[in-house]
């Protein structure tokens, strides 16, 4: 794994094309700009890694559009040292960047060649992160409370196990909708009783699978 001149270009080109799409959380760019993102990708697609697309990785799975992982992650608003729990690592990408912004971070991942896959690579790579094989509906509640949680799958319904695993002042980003298309949510923990919900723009998503995701097959 090389990250070149001609690749810290393509990531550079890319980063910009996201600030002109209306990323303006600069600590996220720069972020960003730091993850090689052809290292999550086979080396015959090297000239794909910094389009603004997402890509199949296998077993159903793709690689987040960088737009989309920018975008869930501004709204996130991760700070240095927090607790973040990560659901649906798939490739590791999006969880190199939480990583990158300081993250104490728990990801889980479903399928078991996805969560292989991503943690040699990201270990390789140099992060540290507790990568746990299970169902991300149902969170992780080992670590919980959680400063923050992330669902990276489109979800029929927000699964009530995250809501319980935040910590008050906590905040859950998760797309939510049916197979096809979802709207991307925030649901903020003011307190026991009272959740702060606000709908933002659409987006499409591989199914959040598991016990409070989609039953498939």
């Given at each position: 794994?090389?990250?070149?001149?001609?690749?810290?270009?393509?990531r550079?080109?890319l980063?910009?094309?996201?600030?002109q799409?209306?990323?303006?959380?600069?600590?996220?760019?720069e972020?960003?700009?730091k993850?090689?993102?052809h290292?999550?990708?086979?080396?015959?697609?090297?000239?794909?890694a910094?389009?603004d697309?997402?890509?199949?990785?296998?077993?159903?799975?793709?690689?987040?559009?960088?737009?989309?992982?920018?975008?869930?992650?501004?709204?996130?608003?991760?700070?240095?040292?927090?607790?973040?729990?990560?659901?649906?690592?798939?490739?590791?990408?999006q969880?190199?960047?939480?990583l990158?912004?300081?993250?104490?971070?728990?990801?889980?991942?479903y399928?078991?060649?996805?969560?292989?896959?991503?943690?040699?690579?990201?270990?390789?790579?140099g992060?540290?992160?507790?990568?746990?094989?299970?169902?991300?509906?149902?969170?992780?509640?080992?670590?919980?409370?959680?400063?923050?949680?992330?669902?990276?799958?489109?979800?029929?319904?927000?699964?009530?196990?995250?809501?319980?695993?935040?910590?008050?002042?906590g905040?859950?980003?998760i797309?939510?909708?049916d197979?096809?298309?979802?709207?991307?949510y925030?649901f903020?923990?003011?307190?026991?009783?009272?959740?702060?919900?606000?709908?933002?723009?659409?987006?499409?998503?591989?199914p959040?699978?598991?016990?409070?995701?989609?039953?498939?097959g």
């Open positions: 794994m090389q990250d070149t001149y001609k690749t810290k270009g393509m550079l080109a980063i910009n094309e996201l600030r799409k209306g990323i303006s959380q600069e600590n996220v760019l972020a960003m700009n993850v090689p993102r290292f999550f990708l086979d080396s015959a697609f090297v000239s794909y910094y389009q697309k997402a890509f199949n990785i296998g077993e159903g799975q793709t690689i987040s559009q960088p737009y989309t992982v920018a975008y869930q992650t501004c709204l996130l608003e991760v700070k240095a040292g927090e607790k973040v729990l990560e659901i649906g690592t798939g490739s590791g990408y969880a190199s960047v939480l990158e912004l300081g993250a104490n971070l728990h990801t889980v991942e399928n078991r060649k996805l969560y292989e896959k991503a943690k040699k690579l990201l270990l390789e790579m992060y540290k992160a507790n990568f746990i094989y299970g169902d991300g509906s149902q969170g992780f509640t080992v670590a919980a409370p959680y400063d923050k949680i992330l669902v990276t799958a489109g979800a029929p319904k927000v699964p009530p196990a995250l809501l319980e695993q935040l910590k008050e002042n905040k859950l980003v797309p939510i909708g197979l096809q298309n979802q709207v991307m925030s903020t923990k003011l307190s026991k009783q009272e959740i702060k919900t606000e709908a933002h723009d659409p987006f499409v998503f591989v959040l699978l598991g016990k409070q995701g989609w039953k498939l």
